[in-house]
């Protein structure tokens, strides 16, 4: 990844890369809803194709997703966690939990409990 970075603390240089609202709502919906497909990565929440593909190269410069042919059609591209994306997964459930408990962001409640009961198998469930 050649990105310059304009700070030398590392919350702050993660934040450049991760810090948009749209690039954390591509991870969750990647890392883990599991969906692969630029549709249906855009559907939820309504993002725009050219801010999604503006996000989704992002990512895919920095290593933490790439595209790759779909092995059911091969004119189109998938999205797959690379191992660094996967090390994104702590840090979305953490994050999941303290939105559950501290916004009105509900969705999901059970998620949030089982992380708050056993973090670890939470954590596990979505790593290959």
Do not use: Y
Not at 17 to 36: C, H, Y
Not at 38 to 67: C, H, K, M, Q, Y
């Amino acid at each position: 990844m050649s990105t310059t970075l304009r700070s030398a603390c590392p919350i702050a240089s993660a934040l450049d890369l991760l810090g948009d609202r749209w690039t954390l709502v591509v991870l969750r919906d990647v890392l883990l809803a599991r969906k692969r497909s630029f549709s249906e990565l855009a559907a939820p929440e309504g993002i725009a194709s050219n801010i999604l593909s503006d996000r989704l190269n992002r990512l895919v410069d920095a290593g933490i997703v790439t595209r790759e042919p779909d092995p059911d059609d091969g004119r189109r591209r998938i999205v797959l966690p690379t191992a660094r994306g996967l090390e994104l997964v702590p840090i979305l459930l953490d994050l999941h939990l303290w939105g559950t408990r501290h916004t009105a962001g509900t969705a999901k409640p059970q998620l949030a409990e089982w992380v708050a009961r056993d973090r670890e198998a939470a954590i596990a469930s979505f790593l290959p």
